[in-house]
C-alpha cells in the first residue's frame, strides 16, 4: 500500500502559522489526487484542501479558503499545507489522504497517514 506520514504540527497562537508535511512513498503518485483533512474531538472528519499530483488545480473549503494553501515537491514527494491565520476552530488532528479518483469526502480516500495534532490558542 501507499504510505503517507505527516508531520509539522503544534501549538501555536491565534494569528500564527504552520506548515504541515505528507510525505508519500510505496507507488508512484501521477495520477493521483492529494488531500488534507481535519478532525476535532467529537466531530466529523471534514475536508480541508485537495490538489492533483500532476498539479493543475487546487480546491479548498470555504472554512479556510484564503488562509491555507496546498502544495507539492516531486522531488521529496511531499504535498505541505501552508495554514496562516490560525484560529482556535483550527484545533484539530490534521490528516494527509491520497485517491485514485478524487472527492471531497473521507470515503473517496484509498490512503490515509497516521494524523497531526494543531492546537491553536485563543
Known amino acids: 500500500q501507499v504510505q503517507l506520514v505527516e508531520s509539522g504540527g503544534g501549538l501555536v497562537q491565534a494569528g500564527g502559522s504552520l506548515r504541515l508535511s505528507c510525505a508519500a512513498s510505496g507507488r508512484t503518485f501521477s495520477g493521483y489526487h492529494m488531500a488534507w483533512f481535519r478532525q476535532a474531538p467529537g466531530k466529523e472528519r471534514e475536508f480541508v484542501a485537495r490538489?492533483?499530483?500532476?498539479?493543475?488545480?487546487?480546491y479548498y473549503a470555504d472554512s479556510v479558503k484564503d488562509r491555507f494553501t496546498i502544495s507539492r515537491d516531486y522531488a521529496k514527494n511531499t504535498v505541505y499545507l501552508q495554514m496562516n491565520s490560525l484560529k482556535p476552530e483550527d484545533t484539530a488532528v490534521y490528516y494527509c489522504a491520497a485517491a485514485r479518483n478524487g472527492g471531497t469526502v473521507a470515503d473517496n480516500m484509498d490512503y490515509w497517514g497516521q494524523g497531526t495534532q494543531v492546537t491553536v490558542s485563543s
Open positions: 490538489t492533483k499530483w500532476s498539479g493543475g488545480w487546487t
